[in-house]
């Protein structure tokens, strides 16, 4: 917690990360502030301003602007509160990634082109085509040494000509930075320009996991890991994960992929054997229907299981020259596939319409007009539609 005053307050929007509507609030800005703002591959912090919270922290030059929901009176003094949590898992992945970066470019000549510290996991981008399964496990094996060596991480500053700044690792400053330079040192591995906020040793990291790499752009590498307490959520949820599979599968661990490959052959030998049923079926439905002495002008059909080759069959079977065929596959309430076929003016005229009244959309050509429909539950008013048509064609049926 921190006791500052209010700088200036001024009406804003904010746009959500995940997309969406702006949000209305107010941009603040404080006398000091013990939010990061976003910058240097970090996300800002979040915390609370009095009771009002704080839902973004960026940099407008030298200022931190706190956006919040609720106007404060320039002048009043306040009492800003951090979101530790969130905070202490941002030091642990950018000292983190500090660390990983020095010894990568120390054991392999891999220099660190960007970095992003994500919800979830963090990537580093490597200026390589490639990295090894075995410099993976190497480079994790060496950065979690350092970790049990409980190495110290000091924070410089220096003025901007000092002549020290060339000798320190950089990927360049913001182009309006001003004033001094500040320094990240982990003792005898790495100093490094960086405005981002860090553990005080290297021991506070816990320690790396390295979950492999990924194609880059340009030919780089994605070096993807967790740090910390991400590490211990990764565990956790994978020990959950396992028991879960252990309780369904009943078997160990060890047993758990030959089990699922086992139940993936079974699934498509039973999903192969109900293909051929269905196709059974479609063809003695369509062969039935013919079977009677008056064949009707409407023939409609609905089937819970069942795709669209289902429906061609019987489209096929029965043939489409004199009879108008409505035929869905799919939940009786929900959404599921369509067909309609028969004579090509008559499909032509009502194919649009049939997917308009079932919420859909499709496409057809030469007699057959089929896709997806989103109201199943109107099946009966596309039914009445088409007994219309046919009763306008054969006013004597």
């Not at 990061?36 to 009095?50: A, C, H």
């Not at 930075?177 to 320094?183: K, T």
């Amino acid at each position: 917690q921190f006791t500052t005053r209010v700088v200036s307050c001024r009406a804003a929007e904010l746009r959500p990360e995940g997309g969406g509507e702006p949000v209305r609030g107010f941009q603040v800005v404080l006398e000091d502030t013990i939010l990061f703002p976003e910058g240097g591959g970090q996300p800002d912090d979040r915390g609370l301003i009095g009771d009002v919270p704080v839902l973004r922290v960026t940099r407008r030059g030298p200022e931190a602007v706190h956006f919040v929901p609720t106007a404060l009176e320039p002048g009043a003094e306040v009492l800003l509160s951090l979101d530790w949590e969130r905070r202490f898992d941002h030091m642990q992945q950018h000292s983190g990634q500090h660390l990983i970066s020095a010894i990568a470019e120390q054991m392999f000549g891999f220099k660190t082109t960007s970095w992003e510290l994500g919800r979830q996991r963090s990537v580093i981008e490597l200026d390589t085509p490639l990295v090894t399964a075995e410099q993976v496990e190497a480079l994790e094996k060496s950065v979690n040494e350092k970790i049990r060596d409980r190495v110290p991480v000091t924070v410089r500053e220096l003025p901007a000509d000092d002549p020290e700044i060339e000798t320190v690792r950089s990927r360049g400053l913001p182009d309006d930075h001003v004033g001094p330079v500040r320094v990240v040192d982990i003792d005898g591995i790495d100093s490094n320009l960086c405005c981002g906020t860090h553990v005080s040793n290297l021991s506070d990291l816990q320690v790396i996991k390295l979950l492999g790499v990924e194609k880059g752009k340009k030919n780089k590498t994605n070096l993807v890991f967790l740090v910390g307490n991400r590490v211990l959520k990764s565990i956790e949820q994978s020990h959950s994960t396992e028991k879960a599979l252990t309780s369904l599968l009943k078997n160990g661990p060890g047993e758990h992929v030959e089990a699922v490959k086992r139940l993936q052959s079974s699934v498509k030998l039973l999903q192969k054997n109900n293909l051929n049923l269905l196709r059974d079926i479609a063809v003695l439905i369509a062969r039935d229907f013919k079977s009677k002495p008056a064949p009707k002008q409407l023939f409609v059909l609905h089937r819970k299981e069942g795709d669209s080759e289902f429906m061609n069959i019987i489209a096929n079977e029965i043939g489409t020259e004199e009879t108008l065929l409505f035929l869905t596959v799919g939940d009786e309430k929900e959404a599921g596939l369509f067909l309609l076929a028969g004579p090509v003016e008559a499909v032509e005229n009502l194919g649009p319409r049939v997917a308009e009244l079932l919420g859909g959309k499709g496409a057809g050509k030469r007699g057959r007009f089929q896709g997806k429909a989103a109201k199943m539950s109107r099946r009966g008013e596309v039914q009445a539609l088409l007994q219309e048509f046919i009763s306008h064609q054969n006013p004597g049926a």
